[in-house]
């Protein structure tokens, strides 16, 4: 069974830093692009960042650029997102899916950046 | 970034109508868009790819249509578990991008 459970999410001050973390099992890691993207309370969703299997290649959304950077670990079936300087706007629920199709998704995990 | 517009906002419709979503790319996009039921506290589920290609166990009152800047998602018998808000997402081109959602409730 394909599984995809984030962590990592909580309650932060404008300005800090917060590291997610996605575990990946039941498919091969590796060769799936991989996404992370979020939902603010009662808003849509919104695209934060993607990467590419061997990790050549990382987008952003523009407003989280130079703030924020998406890693992987083959060996450990983990994808990665690192939110520096993060505001208030950044509050969502963040998941992790497989880009490659979409057909997964994690249950995602609650960020509040707030004083 | 190519912006999808998808409209109505909100719809409310009665169990067997007919109803139909549409989502259009600021940019001609072939038929790179998928569609994505969301309900609730619950992560969204991926019902079409290609813009008409059915995933694997969503009911086939479910079909997309549509290529270049105009795309359709219809369901062709509305059933009360359908209650749910829609989006598509254009994945032709990064930054990837989400249309505002659709929320479908029973009359």
């Known amino acids: 069974e394909v599984q995809l459970v984030e962590s990592g999410g909580g309650l932060v001050k404008p300005g800090g830093s917060l590291r997610l973390s996605c575990a990946a099992s039941g498919f091969t890691f590796s060769p799936h692009s991989m996404e992370w993207v979020r939902q603010a309370p009662g808003k849509g969703l919104e695209w934060v960042s993607s990467?590419?299997?061997?990790?050549?290649?990382?987008y952003y959304t523009d407003s989280v650029k130079g703030r924020f950077t998406i890693s992987r670990d083959n060996a450990k079936n983990s994808l990665y997102l690192q939110m520096n300087s993060l505001r208030a706007e950044d509050t969502a629920v963040y998941y992790c899916a497989r880009e490659t199709d979409g057909r997964y998704w994690g249950q995602g995990t609650l960020v509040t950046v707030s004083s | 970034a190519i912006q999808l517009t998808q409209s109505p906002s909100s719809l409310s419709a009665s169990v067997g109508d007919r109803v139909t979503i549409t989502c259009r790319a600021s940019q001609g996009i072939s038929s790179a868009v998928a569609w994505y039921q969301q309900k609730p506290g619950k992560a969204p589920k991926l019902l079409i790819y290609d813009a008409s290609s059915l995933e694997g166990g969503v009911p086939s009152r479910f079909s997309g249509s549509g290529s270049g800047t105009d795309f359709t998602l219809s369901i062709s018998s509305l059933q009360p578990e359908d209650c749910a808000t829609y989006y598509c997402q254009q994945v032709h081109d990064y930054p990837l991008t989400f249309g505002g959602g659709t929320k479908v409730a029973i009359k």
């Open positions: 990467i590419s299997g061997s990790s050549t290649y990382t």
